[in-house]
């Protein structure tokens, strides 16, 4: 029987996933500091949170790994499936359920499989495909397009949803570097995975005035991703997610 799934939207590359009647939350990022802005509303806090069966978190980076936040969520033994870098930082936190992945290995928990799939970033990242109850996810967290992306529907199979980061973000800082993926890139990803829909994330991101003009450039718009999708896939929907805007993807 193949179950309901549902994504909610809480800000940047933090979401909610209904899955196989589990709930799993994405990149916790609650708060905001100097030069880091989620530049759209955070939906929800960590109090606020229903009940969560996983946490996953695809690197160290504070606008994804927000543990000193995010430990205010009651249940300190909830599973978190990290990348490497993140064990020592979730445990310190105060979290009892912590398991480090590298890329292709997986994890049960409950009826879900959460599997981890290589990223590229400035530190050390893994993204994720999350699966159970006959669907499947693709979380991207904030990677780089690398070529073993393109062979996640061959080993995982088909996708109903992936969750793309879309900004392109730039550090300008010793020189002009890459970072993430931008929105050409993100739909190149799309017209290969060919999910049921792509949903972009990491977009809205901004380090402020000052923080956009001396370290960091991207683009805010995540319409560029939706022409791009549409000019390379036309067949395959994308859907923009406002934070606090819960989207139901049919079976």
């Known amino acids: 029987m193949t179950e309901p799934l549902v994504i909610t939207r809480i800000t940047h590359s933090c979401h909610l996933i209904q899955i196989g009647g589990l709930t799993v939350l994405t990149d916790p990022w609650f708060s905001q500091r100097a030069f880091y802005h989620p530049g759209e509303p955070i939906a929800l806090r960590p109090e606020a949170l229903p ?5 996953v978190i695809s690197h160290e980076h504070y606008d994804h790994c927000d543990l000193d936040t995010f430990s205010r969520y009651p249940r300190k033994d909830v599973p978190l499936l990290v990348a490497g870098p993140v064990l020592g930082k979730a445990r310190k936190a105060g979290f009892s359920d912590v398991r480090a992945l590298d890329p292709w290995q997986s994890a049960r928990v409950g009826d879900l499989t959460v599997s981890a799939a290589p990223g590229k970033h400035g530190v050390h990242e893994v993204t994720y495909v999350i699966s159970g109850g006959g669907r499947s996810v693709y979380f991207a967290g904030d990677t780089l397009l690398i070529p073993e992306l393109h062979t996640l529907t061959d080993r995982y199979g088909p996708l109903d949803a992936a969750l793309l980061p879309v900004n392109g973000l730039r550090t300008r800082i010793p020189r002009s570097r890459q970072v993430v993926m931008n929105a050409e890139e993100a739909a190149e990803l799309t017209a290969r995975l060919r999910p049921k829909i792509a949903i972009p994330q990491h977009y809205a991101f901004t380090g402020g ?6 370290f960091l450039k991207s683009d805010k718009d995540p319409a560029l991703f939706v022409d791009a999708v549409h000019r390379l896939v036309p067949d395959v929907p994308v859907e923009v997610i406002n934070p606090g805007e819960p989207l139901t993807i049919p079976h």
Do not use: I, N, P, Y
């Open 51 to 55: 009940r969560l069966d996983a946490v």
């Open 209 to 214: 005035t000052v923080g956009d003009a001396l």
